[in-house]
């Protein structure tokens, strides 16, 4: 059994404050390693982008960048575009996020981002400007074993989103909210990890972003707790592991991807020595936002080799209610709910066996 363990940021030579060259470049053009830069948005009419940079894809055992940008729009009725732009012509830095793949590309500082998409389908121009300051779960590095690791930083926890989406003969005007994380590692996540959950939500003045991380059955599917709470800019949580505790609740089969989804999260945050206690509860809802098998990632000739290997992917991205309640005590004195998206991403057999 290999030890799965997130390094506190004197083991990897940072601090607890977030550098701008933390969001640039991080890994070499090896086999194994990939990395990428994602944003994503929401706006009023329900409608919402995800917009992310890749130096390769996730799967892919390629030793060298195979760089390529995809854009998921979902309009308000549910209609989803989903387009990509692969180029060989392509830069990205190591001193901060500056990453350009053919026309596309994306420029920021820990505080402000501009956003560019364009291929045959769609052209599409944001900003991003932060509400709460970057932030990681100590160092944002989980070691699985010596050698291997995932490292992820939310650069932009939450902050506003504005630009214009052009798609044929239709440009739309956008002005919402938005979100920024960067991930990277040395090995594909289908080797060490099963399973994860992972959301985030804007709940009136509260901003949550939250995950929980399986390592493989060999490992005791031992997990990693990632929790951040904020509050009109302000961090108010702290050592997830110390403090947090989680729980998935009314698991369902998906007919689709055969895998066991939970229709309720909880994520309960109760730190008594400074008084501090909330409740971020997930309850999704019956409509179905996104649900891709191994062949819909990555095609059927290599979702056969994965398959072979042992490998069950799927993924499920869902909406619901976030619902927030904070304690004093043991009364709830403040409850609010608000509409939310999260996802379930899968590498292996189901973790939940069937009754």
């Given at each position: 059994?290999?030890?799965?363990?997130?390094?506190?940021?004197?083991?990897?030579?940072?601090?607890?404050?977030?550098?701008?060259?933390?969001?640039?470049?991080?890994?070499?053009?090896?086999?194994?390693?990939?990395?990428?830069?994602?944003?994503?948005?929401?706006?009023?009419?329900?409608?919402?982008?995800?917009?992310?940079?890749?130096?390769?894809?996730?799967?892919?055992?390629?030793?060298?960048?195979?760089?390529?940008?995809?854009?998921?729009?979902?309009?308000?009725?549910?209609?989803?575009?989903?387009?990509?732009?692969?180029?060989?012509?392509?830069?990205?830095?190591?001193?901060?996020?500056?990453?350009?793949?053919?026309?596309?590309?994306?420029?920021?500082?820990?505080?402000?981002?501009?956003?560019?998409?364009?291929?045959?389908?769609?052209?599409?121009?944001?900003?991003?400007?932060?509400?709460?300051?970057?932030?990681?779960?100590?160092?944002?590095?989980?070691?699985?074993?010596?050698?291997?690791?995932?490292?992820?930083?939310?650069?932009?926890?939450?902050?506003?989103?504005?630009?214009?989406?052009?798609?044929?003969?239709?440009?739309?005007?956008?002005?919402?909210?938005?979100?920024?994380?960067?991930?990277?590692?040395?090995?594909l996540m289908i080797l060490i990890m099963?399973?994860?959950?992972?959301?985030?939500?804007?709940?009136?003045?509260?901003?949550?972003?939250?995950?929980?991380?399986?390592?493989?059955?060999?490992?005791?599917?031992?997990?990693?707790?990632?929790?951040?709470?904020?509050?009109?800019?302000?961090?108010?949580?702290?050592?997830?592991?110390?403090?947090?505790?989680?729980?998935?609740?009314?698991?369902?089969?998906?007919?689709?991807?055969?895998?066991?989804?939970?229709?309720t999260l909880v994520y309960d945050y109760?730190?008594?020595?400074?008084?501090?206690?909330?409740?971020?509860?997930?309850?999704?809802?019956?409509?179905?936002?996104?649900?891709?098998?191994?062949?819909?990632?990555?095609?059927?000739?290599?979702?056969?080799?994965?398959?072979?290997?042992?490998?069950?992917?799927?993924?499920?991205?869902?909406?619901?209610?976030?619902?927030?309640?904070?304690?004093?005590?043991?009364?709830?004195?403040?409850?609010?709910?608000?509409?939310?998206?999260?996802?379930?991403?899968?590498?292996?057999?189901?973790?939940?066996?069937?009754?």
């Amino acid at each position: 059994m290999s030890e799965v363990k997130l390094l506190k940021p004197e083991e990897v030579g940072l601090t607890n404050k977030v550098q701008i060259f933390e969001d640039g470049l991080r890994t070499e053009p090896k086999s194994g390693s990939y990395e990428w830069w994602y944003f994503d948005s929401k706006y009023p009419d329900g409608s919402s982008i995800v917009i992310v940079f890749y130096t390769k894809h996730v799967t892919s055992f390629a030793k060298s960048f195979k760089p390529f940008v995809s854009l998921n729009y979902i309009n308000p009725n549910g209609k989803e575009l989903r387009t990509e732009l692969w180029s060989d012509d392509y830069s990205f830095s190591k001193d901060g996020c500056d990453v350009r793949i053919g026309d596309c590309y994306v420029k920021g500082n820990l505080s402000h981002y501009d956003i560019y998409f364009k291929n045959d389908e769609a052209e599409c121009k944001l900003t991003l400007g932060a509400s709460v300051p970057p932030w990681r779960p100590d160092s944002g590095k989980i070691m699985f074993g010596k050698k291997d690791y995932f490292a992820w930083l939310p650069s932009v926890p939450e902050g506003k989103m504005n630009g214009t989406l052009k798609m044929k003969d239709k440009t739309l005007t956008l002005c919402g909210t938005g979100y920024h994380d960067h991930n990277w590692g040395n090995k594909l996540m289908i080797l060490i990890m099963n399973d994860w959950y992972w959301g985030r939500a804007k709940i009136g003045d509260y901003v949550v972003v939250s995950s929980y991380i399986y390592a493989n059955k060999k490992d005791g599917y031992k997990a990693t707790p990632i929790f951040m709470l904020a509050k009109n800019g302000e961090i108010l949580t702290g050592d997830a592991f110390k403090y947090l505790t989680y729980e998935e609740k009314d698991h369902v089969k998906d007919s689709y991807t055969k895998r066991h989804v939970a229709r309720t999260l909880v994520y309960d945050y109760n730190d008594k020595e400074n008084g501090i206690h909330y409740r971020i509860t997930y309850k999704k809802g019956d409509e179905e936002v996104e649900r891709q098998v191994m062949t819909d990632i990555v095609g059927r000739p290599a979702a056969i080799l994965f398959y072979l290997l042992g490998f069950r992917g799927s993924y499920h991205r869902m909406g619901g209610t976030a619902i927030l309640e904070r304690f004093d005590g043991d009364e709830i004195v403040e409850r609010i709910e608000a509409p939310a998206m999260w996802e379930q991403m899968c590498f292996k057999p189901d973790r939940i066996k069937s009754k």
